[in-house]
């Protein structure tokens, strides 16, 4: 069973930044899986921004390239999102997902069987 836990989210001043964590556990590392962060702000549709493969490969959406990063830490077995040069859009529930059958870097939610809970990030000026 693949349960995922998001956590770093808060408050934070436009510019600022934050680091996101997801606590992935029950991944298996002998399948193909990708691991992905999507938002979802407040009358949007939800929007995925980020996904990382197991070997590393990483894709963003045009929203958030060039100022947030994804990343994995195997031994921790958590994939972070770090937020840099935050702005007032960003402000959304982000939300991590886990497939173990990633055949592309998709960030199409509906690709992805597992969600956490989301954790709330606030931008404000």
């Known amino acids: 069973q693949v349960e995922l836990v998001e956590s770093g989210g808060g408050s934070v001043q436009t510019g600022g930044s934050l680091r996101l964590s997801c606590a992935a556990s029950g991944l298996s590392s002998a399948r193909r899986y990708c691991v992905a962060w999507f938002r979802q702000a407040p009358g949007k549709a939800r929007e995925g921004i980020a996904t990382i493969a197991r070997e590393a490969s990483s894709t963003y959406a045009p929203s958030v390239w060039g100022r947030f990063i994804i990343s994995k830490d195997n031994a921790e077995n958590t994939v972070y999102l770090q937020m840099n040069s935050l702005k007032s859009e960003d402000t959304a529930t982000y939300y991590c997902?886990?497939?173990?059958?990633?055949?592309?870097?998709?960030?199409?939610?509906?690709?992805?069987?597992?969600w956490g809970q989301g954790t709330q990030v606030t931008v404000f000026s």
């Open positions: 997902a886990a497939t173990e059958f990633c055949s592309s870097m998709t960030r199409d939610e509906g690709a992805f069987p597992y």
